[in-house]
């Protein structure tokens, strides 16, 4: 019978007997592990190379001996002379070592699963009878694949210390929501989401999590950002694992810094899980690039609360790129602002509506006439506007022609 335990690696001296693929394949799962992680061998891979010259691991180029094992808490045995990983497996064994013998499983006294990690939970797979790393593989890939995708209810069962997690859910398609993201969302016990926050990824909340809508429009906050940091805190002071799903990234204008100052500030535990931005997925997704070499070298971003500010003037006036979220009631003010500041009225501008979703739409124009076209196509938020030569419609593909083979 065949007992599985988990091991923890982390600060503990493993020693890894051989310099092949199978060894560079285990030193990056070690040193991810944050083991420290000693190799002998006569020769070693160019990626165990690299290791060693970013002073991830030690190698010595040389034969292995009994005394190397000496302090050593695990041992892999993976040269290509199974007589030799063999008596490694042996020495190991005397000095009651753990150690996988890489040649023959049945040798050492432990065996690698094929690990996959999901926030704080690890799927391993191991195989009980003859090895077969592709099939343990195969059989990982695919629980992790169900895992990440929100198939599984991953709350926790026993009671224990409340946890809030601050997710950003993308730009409005689902599937561009992080994988950590998701993975939060099976874990939660509350989420706490806002008008941003892709609805499509609460289809797959079971019925008794508890979903409370705090969302904003720009003209209607129906609640305060107080009583939303004290929703947060309140229900993960219960021993709850509470999910803050917000549109974006929780860091670019979305007084995430508040919710996580509020729980440090009462004592709760509090992960951030960054989000794919609008401020360049969308525009990406409309095709069109924040920079591009031999057009735009640099971008600023910008929220249209702050109106016209100095900053961004300067910025469309130099000719970078300049991205505004929130801007579409401003658009009239910063327009005229951004005239008189010497900003070309030329200057293409582009309009993302509803960016990544089915309902996405673009209108294109200048610094000159964008208010009036905007009017015309009766914009409305949540948009992205780009202000740059970036915007220009066609511009890859212009670009693509007139750049030189590298």
Not at 37 to 62: F, K, L, M, N, Y
Not at 194 to 199: E, F, S, V, W
Not at 210 to 219: A, I, L, Q, R, Y
Not at 276 to 298: D, E
Request: hydrophobic residues 45%; charged residues 20%.
């Amino acid at each position: 019978m065949t007992a599985l335990f988990g091991l923890d690696l982390k600060d503990k001296p493993i020693l890894i007997v051989g310099g092949g693929s199978v060894a560079s394949r285990r030193v990056r799962r070690f040193v991810a592990e944050g083991a420290r992680v000693t190799v002998v061998a006569p020769h070693v891979s160019q990626d165990i190379e690299r290791h060693a010259g970013h002073g991830d691991i030690v190698v010595h180029r040389r034969g292995v001996a009994p005394m190397d094992l000496d302090g050593a808490w695990f041992v892999l045995a993976a040269t290509d002379d199974p007589v030799l990983n063999d008596a490694v497996a042996q020495w190991a064994h005397e000095r009651q070592i753990w150690c996988i013998d890489a040649s023959d499983a049945s040798k050492g006294t432990a065996r690698q699963a094929a690990m996959s990690k999901h926030g704080d939970l690890g799927v391993g797979v191991i195989s009980l009878g003859a090895p077969d790393p592709g099939r343990i593989r195969a059989v990982r890939d695919a629980v992790a694949a169900h895992l990440d995708g929100g198939e599984v209810d991953l709350r926790r069962r026993r009671p224990g210390s409340g946890r809030v997690i601050l997710v950003g859910s993308g730009p409005g398609d689902p599937g561009l929501i992080t994988v950590r993201g998701r993975q939060a969302l099976s874990e939660a016990d509350v989420v706490v989401t806002d008008r941003l926050g892709t609805a499509e990824l609460l289809v797959t909340v079971p019925y008794d999590v508890e979903v409370v809508n705090v969302g904003k429009s720009p003209d209607r906050h129906p609640v305060p950002q107080r009583e939303i940091n004290s929703l947060l805190v309140g229900r993960a002071l219960e021993g709850k694992t509470v999910v803050r799903l917000k549109g974006g990234d929780p860091y670019l204008f979305g007084r995430g810094g508040e919710e996580v100052h509020a729980c440090i500030e009462a004592g709760v535990d509090v992960e951030v899980v960054p989000g794919i931005t609008s401020a360049f997925a969308v525009p990406a997704r409309a095709g069109i690039p924040v920079t591009q070499r031999g057009v735009s070298t640099s971008v600023l971003v910008t929220t249209g609360h702050a109106g016209a500010d100095p900053a961004s003037i300067a910025a469309m006036a130099a000719g970078a790129t300049v991205v505004i979220l929130m801007g579409v009631t401003a658009l009239p003010e910063i327009v005229r602002a951004a005239v008189a500041g010497g900003c070309d009225p030329e200057t293409p501008v582009a309009i993302v509506e509803n960016g990544t979703t089915v309902h996405e739409r673009v209108t294109h124009g200048v610094m000159a006439d964008i208010v009036r076209r905007a009017d015309e196509t009766d914009v409305k938020p949540p948009a992205i506007i780009v202000v740059g030569q970036v915007s220009q419609p066609g511009l890859l593909a212009s670009a693509v022609a007139a750049t030189p083979e590298l």
